[in-house]
């Protein structure tokens, strides 16, 4: 097939594949925490920062990107955790504020700043850095899940009861907030600011209407994720013109809804 | 010989003290109710009993070789989302995450353990169906065998009849019974004041003003215990026996 003879699209696949895995893993604790908000709100971040770094004329953009999502998603994490002031309410005040930001230093310092790009992605914004970033953070993920698969069972179903048993929540709410920053930076500018959190969302929402057991919801999210991403990358290369975050989100959605009829039907059966 | 000592422990939260120098002993074999009025700190005893919150001062023993993390605890039940996926299987082997501090996966031994205890408590047949497709009472079930398989010899519940109908209820409760008469050492939170009395040997009581802490036959003859009434007072002369007389 020719979409290969482009490094473009080789590229975008390959990153492509790599973040839904991470998102996918992610999503389902975060998902399952009622941490869902939390990816949208990094990505709103992720968007300020991006932009001031672009306006400043920093090299790498990225670079300056990272450690604020980081930063941001410990501060989210704890309004969350505290459960003090209003935790959704905190997590939009956050990510308005730093999308105004983003927004605002990107139109007076002139449009050479493709905003229509941050906010809703495109493959072109992969690059060869990209790769490697991607491909360390899935290696992490992948083995903090295959290492720690138990515990994070216990630490998502009942954090009181791991707590009581001695393990140390903390550091896993942490190291979760922190491998979801890195991965949503990464894939915001290929999927967009306004899409990328749909990922980490869709695959664990979608899997939890068929599947009933912690195991099978995680490895059918990651089927899920990946399945979209990739056919997203495909429709969008055949059919120009089409963003490529907007055609994976309406692939997530429509595998939601076929997943929701599933159960609807198996629910019906089952009553019979 | 006692599993538990508790010291002039004081608990709280933000500089507002909640629990006040309270002492109690626990021995093995015990069955302990803990019982009282709404605010009077009974959850966060339970907190601080578990080392989930940091201790204002006193001291909390543990002998016979366990330790806090070797407590089972079955915590209330709101706190676990209804709609998590999640097979018994998976919940109840859970349970053993403190038993290795760098085992990763689960032994063989300990998958023999759950079996015993999930045959014990009645839920073998359910091994592999839906946590939450189950009733409250098989749910309850489901997290009371959690809490064996982290417990050593201990085992601590935070009003585990919550929301349970009467024939669950009672169901639990005789469970609870039978494996205290099995040597399982038993604490439990209970607003379930009549149903903490007929099961427990001791009663711990917190309130406003006072605190009470007694075998469950002197707890009946204070003055805090005096206004409640049950069946089966050991004693002939008794004013319960009067009371349920008349």
């Known amino acids: 097939m020719d979409i290969f003879s482009y490094s473009f699209m080789v590229n975008a696949l390959i990153v492509g594949v790599l973040i839904a895995i991470c998102c996918a893993l992610l999503g389902v604790v975060l998902v399952l925490k009622r941490y869902s908000m939390i990816g949208d709100g990094l990505s709103h971040v992720g968007f300020g920062a991006l932009s001031v770094a672009a306006v400043l004329n920093l090299s790498a953009p990225l670079y300056i990107a990272l450690p604020v999502v980081i930063l941001a998603a410990y501060f989210l994490l704890r309004i969350t955790e505290k459960g003090k002031v209003n935790a959704d309410a905190a997590i939009a005040l956050i990510s308005s504020s730093a999308l105004a930001i983003g927004v605002f230093v990107a139109s007076i310092n002139g449009t050479n700043i493709d905003l229509q790009q941050y906010m809703f992605g495109s493959i072109l914004a992969v690059s060869k850095g990209d790769i490697i970033i991607s491909a360390v953070l899935t290696f992490c993920v992948l083995v903090i899940f295959v290492l720690f698969y138990n515990k994070i069972f216990a630490v998502t179903f009942d954090e009181n009861f791991a707590r009581a048993t001695g393990i140390r929540t903390s550091v896993y709410n942490i190291t979760v907030s922190v491998l979801t920053a890195i991965t949503i930076v990464v894939g915001m500018r290929m999927l967009g ?30 089927i899920v994720s990946v399945a979209c991403v990739i056919a997203g990358l495909f429709t969008s290369y055949y059919f120009e013109n089409v963003p490529v975050g907007a055609t994976i989100v309406i692939y997530n959605l429509g595998v939601f809804l076929l997943y929701t009829a599933v159960s609807l039907l198996i629910k019906v059966t089952k009553k019979k | 010989m006692s599993l538990l000592n508790v010291c002039d422990l004081t608990l709280g939260y933000e500089g507002k003290i909640i629990v006040n120098k309270l002492r109690f002993t626990v021995n093995s074999g015990d069955f302990l109710s803990i019982i009282g009025e709404n605010g009077t700190g009974k959850t966060t005893l339970v907190k601080g009993l578990l080392g989930l919150i940091n201790k204002y001062s006193g001291n909390i023993e543990f002998s016979e070789g366990i330790t806090q993390s070797h407590i089972g605890y079955l915590g ?6 209804r709609d998590f996926p999640a097979s018994v299987y998976e919940i109840v082997m859970s349970g053993f995450l403190n038993s290795k501090r760098f085992g990763l996966f689960y032994t063989k031994s300990q998958k023999e353990e759950a ?22 009472g098989q749910q309850q079930r489901v997290l009371l065998c959690r809490a064996l398989c982290a417990a050593k010899k201990l085992i601590l519940l935070d009003e585990p009849t919550t929301g349970l109908d009467p024939i669950a209820s009672a169901d639990f409760y005789g469970l609870l019974s039978e494996l205290n008469k099995e040597g399982v050492t038993v604490i439990m939170v209970s607003h379930d004041v009549t149903g903490a009395i007929r099961m427990s040997s001791h009663i ?22 005096k206004s409640i009434m049950v ?12 009371k349920e007389v008349l």
């Open chain 2, 204 to 225: 711990l009581y917190l309130g406003k003003d006072a605190s009470f802490f007694g075998t469950t036959h002197q707890y009946l003859h204070s003055n805090i215990g």
């Open chain 2, 76 to 81: 209330q039940k709101n706190l676990i989302a």
């Open chain 2, 115 to 136: 079996n015993r205890l999930m045959e014990r408590v009645g839920i073998a047949k359910l091994k592999n169906a839906v946590f939450s497709e189950l009733s409250g």
């Open chain 2, 231 to 242: 069946e089966g007072c050991p004693c002939d002369s008794c004013a319960h026996k009067q």
């Open chain 1, 193 to 222: 600011t306004l899409l990328i959190s749909a990922l980490v969302i869709f695959p664990a929402l979608t899997s939890m209407r068929i599947c009933k057991r912690f195991k099978s919801v995680v490895i059918s999210s990651v």
